[in-house]
């Protein structure tokens, strides 16, 4: 991946000291620790909201919803914070500290109200540690070219299938040891709480990976205050932006109830790590490979694919009588992952200047959590009127129209400009 591990007393870059190690070996351990912090959280929240706090289906979709709402305002101001400063990796490293700080508070509360106002505060930060975190590994790989990122990236995947596979087993062995076993009509993890200081523990870790990468031109390039209307003036961005909210409009709320759906199946905790397994098997070679993928096939194809990929595995979910015939299709979680995620994050950087990179990224994840909040309010509402086949019939046909529509949609193509024409562009625009 370009780059050596260095063992020595370290070297002084512009802005202090640095421990001599490659930064690519940095962000792989970044995103092992990281990500490795959400597969104790993602996976289990709408478990943990509706099972051991006690919430409805429309209450859990609504708190599942206040992370991405957030996000709208905290994104594009962390984003515009990292290029205006150029204090990319500092900022990088404040979102995880205070992140780990958000998900202690996730033990706390015992109704919605507390639960609502704990979720608010942890997705201040958590809602932009993603988009950061994308905007300073592509700074800091940008001499070893596209592919480099996803050698890079996949090793948030294996941390993320590491703690989804550990937690059931850890969380079972904390439970018997305490003598607080599941009993009927109660949790089915009576423990499931601690999971959350766990993924406290791992993302103050990244922490101290983010926060000791050296300082290079492309991570402390900063932006000028006009700069930011080169961005409204480029209408591939914005078809991108309409693109992505669509999809995950259709993906998430059936995603992030997904632990409901296990359950409404026959389903355990247990149950729902294994399908985490099928889920991220395939995404392991498939983020590696993302780099190759995106130059080859195009970010066109990559994330329409993505699209159609999710909306077949919900069709397939609200088809099938038990959990036994869903197992093969969650790996097209892998291409959602791979297509729409790291796809659509590496078309913005192929689109954009270095110096706007995280406002940037941090629009394109603000899109994301415009569609995942109708997603998760209308998805829980949908859950409670009409149920669990319901949701997944609904977000998986939408799923698949939209990917048909990227033919209109999404640009053609995938041309990066210049600063000076996009600096010209943005002068001319009204």
């Not at 015992?110 to 997705?123: K, R, T």
């Not at 729902?272 to 983020?287: D, G, K, R, T, Y």
């Not at 299709?329 to 791979?338: G, P």
């Not at 406002?359 to 997603?375: C, E, P, R």
Request: proline share 5%.
């Amino acid at each position: 991946m370009g780059g050596k591990l260095r063992i020595g007393a370290g070297t002084q870059g512009s802005r202090g000291y640095h421990c001599g190690v490659a930064p690519w070996l940095r962000l792989s351990c970044y995103w092992f620790f990281a990500t490795g912090a959400l597969g104790l959280y993602f996976p289990y929240i709408a478990l943990y909201l509706k099972e051991n706090v006690g919430l409805t289906g429309a209450e859990a979709g609504t708190i599942l919803a206040i992370p991405p709402l957030i996000g709208i305002v905290a994104q594009p101001m962390w984003g515009q914070l990292a290029d205006r400063t150029g204090s990319r990796t500092r900022i990088l490293s404040l979102l995880c500290l205070a992140s780990g700080f958000g998900y202690c508070g996730l033990m706390l509360p015992s109704g919605f109200a507390s639960m609502a106002l704990a979720i608010f505060g942890f997705a201040l930060f958590i809602s932009s540690v993603i988009p950061m975190a994308n905007s300073v590994s592509m700074a800091a790989l940008a001499r070893e070219g596209t592919s480099a990122f996803g050698r890079v990236r996949v090793w948030g995947t294996i941390g993320y299938l590491i703690m989804v596979v550990s937690a059931p087993i850890a969380l079972d062995a904390y439970q018997e040891r305490a003598g607080a076993p599941a009993v009927p009509g109660g949790p089915s993890e009576p423990g499931l709480q601690y999971a959350f200081a766990g993924a406290a523990v791992l993302i103050w870790i990244a922490a101290l990976c983010a926060r000791g990468l050296p300082a290079t031109s492309q991570l402390s390039a900063r932006a000028a205050a006009s700069d930011y209307r080169t961005l409204l003036s480029r209408r591939d961005y914005l078809r991108l932006l309409v693109f992505n909210f669509g999809g995950y409009f259709f993906l998430h709320g059936p995603m992030v109830l997904f632990p409901v759906y296990v359950r409404a199946r026959g389903g355990d905790m247990g149950e729902l790590s294994q399908l985490w397994i099928w889920m991220v098997a395939l995404e392991i070679p498939l983020v590696f490979y993302s780099g190759s993928i995106f130059e080859r096939f195009g970010p066109k194809r990559m994330i329409a694919l993505a699209i159609a990929a999710g909306g077949l595995r919900w069709v397939i979910c609200a088809a099938s009588p038990s959990l036994s015939t869903t197992y093969p299709a969650q790996m097209l979680h892998a291409i959602v992952i791979s297509g729409l995620i790291v796809g659509a994050a590496l078309y913005v950087d192929r689109l954009i200047p270095e110096h706007l990179r995280s406002t940037a990224q941090s629009g394109l994840t603000m899109t994301s959590a415009l569609g995942g909040i109708l997603s998760s309010t209308l998805g829980g509402t949908l859950l409670d009127v009409a149920g669990v086949d319901a949701l997944y019939w609904a977000g998986g046909a939408g799923a698949l129209l939209w990917a048909l529509l990227s033919v209109v949609i999404l640009p053609r193509a995938d041309q990066p400009q210049d600063d000076a024409e996009l600096t010209a562009s943005a002068q001319l625009s009204p």
